[in-house]
């Protein structure tokens, strides 16, 4: 099944823990991007990748990294958390200018 | 800077229909999109339009485009208690990397 998974779906942990989310998708797909859902404020793009080894800025990259070794995996670092990254964080992947495909979310608590 | 906008809340009533509105900034975007979100749950693609077209009818649900005016609306006949959700208005960035999001209109259907 054509899918992108993510790992952990949920975490709660505390500020200054280094932690990193996953992201795999099977579908060849060389655009991938890491969003957060805050209420009120919709998704916003916190980093994507247009192919290996090339990762750009989103919206609101501060606190975050990425890193793009293969196709497939697309990880989001936290080097230190802060409460304010308390969110719920969607990995998605697509063709150039393609249709996006989403993950299922991981809803992080960071007290 | 790109910008999209939706209204937050929409209470309607079983039965009845629900019309979902957008506005968007980006003229160039190629492809508008509806996401929902279900409590709880990651974004599922619900339909597409593109932006050379002026509407799209999928069973009950229909799209309008008025590129004039840079309005997209989301129309959903016969609302059904099921169909109580987000949904998220979003365009892709003219470079095709990104996709803007609304901040969401809540889908509340009373029986």
């Known amino acids: 099944e054509a899918q992108v998974t993510q790992n952990p779906r949920y975490l709660i942990t505390v500020t200054g823990k280094k932690l990193t989310v996953t992201c795999s998708q099977n579908?060849?797909?060389?655009?991938m991007s890491w969003y957060r859902q805050d209420p009120g404020l919709g998704l916003r793009q916190i980093y994507y990748?247009?192919?290996?080894?090339?990762?750009d800025k989103g919206d609101v990259p501060e606190g975050y990294k990425v890193s793009r070794k293969e196709k497939r995996n697309f990880p989001l670092i936290l080097e230190s958390p802060s409460p304010n990254q308390t969110s719920l964080y969607f990995c998605?992947?697509?063709?150039?200018?393609?249709?996006?495909?989403f993950g299922p979310g991981t809803r992080l608590t960071v007290l | 800077g790109e910008d999209v906008e939706q209204s937050l809340f929409l209470s309607v009533r079983e039965g009845d229909s629900s019309v979902i509105n957008c506005t968007y900034t980006d003229s160039s975007s190629t492809y508008l999109y509806w996401y929902k979100q279900e409590p709880g749950a990651g974004l599922q693609l619900l339909t597409y339009?593109?932006?050379?077209?002026d509407m799209k009818q999928d069973q009950r649900l229909t799209v309008l485009l008025n590129k004039k005016d840079k309005h997209l609306s989301l129309r959903i006949a016969d609302t059904q208690t099921g169909d109580s959700a987000i949904y998220f208005c979003a365009e892709m960035d003219n470079q095709g990397g990104k996709l803007i999001f609304g901040q969401g209109t809540e889908l509340s259907v009373k029986p």
């Open positions: 998605a992947s697509s063709i150039p200018g393609g249709v996006s495909v």
């Open positions: 339009i593109f932006s050379n077209m």
């Open positions: 990748s247009m192919n290996v080894e090339v990762t």
């Open positions: 579908m060849n797909h060389e655009y």
